[in-house]
């Protein structure tokens, strides 16, 4: 079992920049892949990135791709989005997950974070 908690959502101005963090807790937690997912109101759930286990492989969806960057700490067994150039088109509920491969569908991931709201004012 792989228990996960986001933290660093908020409130930004276009332009600005923000991290959110996923912190994981389990046994295996850091053999796991680790995917950042967003969900905009009355829109469906969509992928943002994904890392692999050891965090040398990394893949991001086509909207956030040169502005996004994920990252892992397996030390502190913790997952990172760093976001930068953020539009008001990226505001939306994030969601970390674990899962055994790094993959982008969401059906791969078993163990699911409780979500971070980040708002982009324009």
């Known amino acids: 079992q792989v228990q996960l908690v986001e933290s660093g959502g908020g409130l930004v101005q276009a332009g600005g920049s923000l991290r959110l963090s996923c912190a994981a807790s389990?046994?295996?937690?850091?053999?796991?892949?680790m995917g950042w997912f967003r969900q905009a109101p009355g829109k469906e759930r969509e992928f943002v990135a994904v890392?692999?286990?050891?965090?040398?492989?990394?893949y991001y969806g086509d909207v956030v791709k040169g502005r996004f960057t994920i990252s892992r700490d397996n030390g502190k067994n913790t997952l990172y989005l760093q976001m930068n150039s953020l539009k008001p088109e990226d505001t939306a509920v994030y969601y970390c997950?674990?899962?055994?491969?790094?993959?982008?569908?969401?059906?791969?991931?078993?163990?699911w974070g409780q979500g971070t709201q980040v708002t982009v004012s324009s």
């Open positions: 997950a674990a899962g055994p491969q790094t993959a982008q569908a969401q059906g791969m991931y078993p163990y």
């Open positions: 389990g046994r295996t937690s850091s053999s796991y892949a």
């Open positions: 890392i692999n286990w050891s965090g040398g492989i990394a």
